[in-house]
Nanobody
Framework: DVQLQASGGGLVQTGGSLRLSCVVSGLTFDVIAIGWFRQVPGKEREAVSCLSIYDGSTYFADTVKGRFTISSDNGMNTVYLQMNGLKPEDTGVYYC????????????????????WGQGTLVTVSS
């Protein structure tokens, strides 16, 4: 079974940094994209950063551009989200997700474009 284990969340002050990790195991297929999503109470899960493996492109939400970076190890076993210059509005539960489905029209920034999800890790940024 495919499993995603996210970790690295915590409480940090404004301006601080965190690095989230997502360990992926049980893969028996080629990963098309990996994404990090954030959810806050009362709102839908939104894409923060995504890495499209098939073309190497990356996506960052406008609110995190220049502050967050996404990377993975060579074997795609672990995906990282480095978060610098954290702001209170970055607070939320962060989920990593894997897509095994290639569709020409997919942007890989939507929940329904992903097939497997981790359990989430809470990031709290205090002001």
């Amino acid at each position: 079974d495919v499993q995603l284990q996210a970790s690295g969340g915590g409480l940090v002050q404004t301006g601080g940094s965190l690095r989230l990790s997502c360990v992926v195991s049980g893969l028996t297929f080629d990963v098309i994209a990996i994404g990090w999503f954030r959810q806050v109470p009362g709102k839908e899960r939104e894409a923060v950063s995504c890495l499209s493996i098939y073309d190497g492109s990356t996506y960052f939400a406008d609110t995190v551009k220049g502050r967050f970076t996404i990377s993975s190890d060579n074997g795609m076993n672990t995906v990282y989200l480095q978060m610098n210059g954290l702001k209170p509005e970055d607070t939320g539960v962060y989920y990593c997700a894997v897509s095994r489905t290639y569709r020409p029209g997919y942007s890989y920034t939507k929940e329904n474009e992903y097939d497997y999800w981790g359990q989430g890790t809470l990031v709290t940024v205090s002001s």
